[in-house]
């Protein structure tokens, strides 16, 4: 079946295109999401002022995606979850948490844009693009750091408190040991 695309679809084409396509995904996935009409001599005809108005609003898109860039490009968005010991996280960042803290920040991005394989599982600095326009691609600073909870607090204040009272009896017991093998 040959479908008119009304917007950029991956993988498969740009808005305005002429594509051949199965019937099935046409039916069940295309047309009910409105992602493109069916190819009839009445929407061919309407095609080309599609295309021209295309065009016209692909070059406004096109500016305001590099505007964002220059906004976004020097984010650094933090995320703070609860780990396990090899540093691997119970959940995950997605890219709805992304977009989520982009637009805390002020910055509306749709979660689709954001281009994440797959979810962050582990702590560390990412670098995640964000897909703003099929020729602007941002790349925004995601930093993923462990919770600190009151029990790893509490351990680590013991292990400082250990470790400044073992310092002291370390040092008696080495005039001790040097007076034994004095005699």
Not at 14 to 32: I, Q, S
Not at 121 to 136: C, N, P, Q, T, W
Request: negative net charge.
């Amino acid at each position: 079946m040959e479908v008119i695309l009304k917007e950029d679809v991956a993988d498969l084409g740009f808005r305005g295109e002429v594509v051949k396509v199965a019937d099935g995904y046409a039916r069940n996935y295309l047309l009910p999401r409105k992602l493109a009409m069916q190819a009839t001599a009445a929407n061919k005809a309407v095609i080309e002022q599609m295309k021209a108005a295309s065009a016209r609003r692909s070059a406004t898109e096109k500016t305001q995606a590099e505007e964002l860039v220059t906004q976004l490009e020097p984010l650094v968005l933090s995320f703070t979850r609860k780990t396990g010991e090899a540093g691997h996280l119970f959940g995950s960042v997605t890219s709805a948490d992304i977009a989520a803290e982009l637009a805390a920040q002020g910055h509306e991005v749709d979660r689709r844009k954001i281009q994440l394989g797959d979810p962050l599982k582990s702590v560390g600095d990412f670098k995640v693009a964000i897909r703003l326009h099929r020729e602007v691609t941002a790349r925004v600073t995601v930093k993923v750091q462990a919770e600190v909870t009151e029990e790893d607090k509490v351990a680590a204040a013991n292990a400082a408190a250990n470790a400044t009272e073992a310092a002291p009896a370390e040092e008696a017991a080495e005039p001790a040991a040097e007076e034994a093998t004095a005699e």
